[in-house]
């Protein structure tokens, strides 16, 4: 009986760490694994404990006592162990350790919704899984707005066969299944 006991607490720990595992990758509205609007400065050293965080004062980057034209956004950087870019964060402010997260970036495949939409995932994924509210055109992306995550997702206008800086208007129909994600934002406002 004792060994059963056993065997049973062994399983369920090791089920709630996968869930534990499972809950810091998942994206959802509001959240990005661990990060939320309400995760500060101050603990992203503690939430990035095995990658390497990078801030803009680290990096070299201005603030805007030394340019014109810099912003008061403080922008992070997370890279993993190999140091492959996962994901960069923007800030309300720069310096102020109580600042507000305002986006997250992904760039890392490891990250996915609950319907499997990660950075890894094409067109087609997005398409059969989520309702595109509306699309924007810049000089080098389409920009998929999907309000459910309240997320953007670019697609280089490269994956679409167009080629140029042109910012002609595009369509859903104008998208290839086979079409994959150049980046995605999820909006903290």
């Known amino acids: 009986m004792n060994l059963l006991y056993k065997i049973t607490i062994l399983l369920i720990s090791l089920f709630l760490v996968q869930c534990a595992k499972e809950q810091a990758l998942l994206i959802k509205k509001g959240r990005v694994g661990h990060l939320s609007v309400e ?69 890392g495949g490891d990250y996915h919704t609950d319907r499997g939409l990660s950075i890894q995932s094409t067109f087609k994924d997005i398409n059969e899984h989520y309702r595109i509210d509306k699309i924007e055109t810049t000089l080098s992306s389409a920009i998929l707005f999907i309000d459910e995550l309240n997320a953007t997702i670019a697609i280089d ?18 998208i290839p299944d ?12």
Do not use: C
Request: net charge negative.
């Open 39 to 107: 995760t500060e400065l101050e603990d992203l050293s503690a939430i990035f404990v095995n990658d390497s965080l990078v801030s803009p004062i680290e990096s070299g980057a201005s603030t805007q006592t030394d340019s014109f034209f810099s912003t008061d956004d403080a922008s992070h950087t997370v890279y993993d162990s190999e140091g492959q870019k996962k994901l960069t964060l923007v800030y309300e402010y720069q310096g102020d350790s109580l600042s507000k997260l305002r986006s997250v970036q992904l760039f």
């Open 157 to 174: 206008k490269k994956e679409l066969g167009l080629r140029g800086l042109a910012s002609q208007k595009v369509v859903v129909g104008q």
């Open 178 to 189: 086979m079409a994959k994600i150049k980046y995605m934002t999820l909006w903290f406002d």
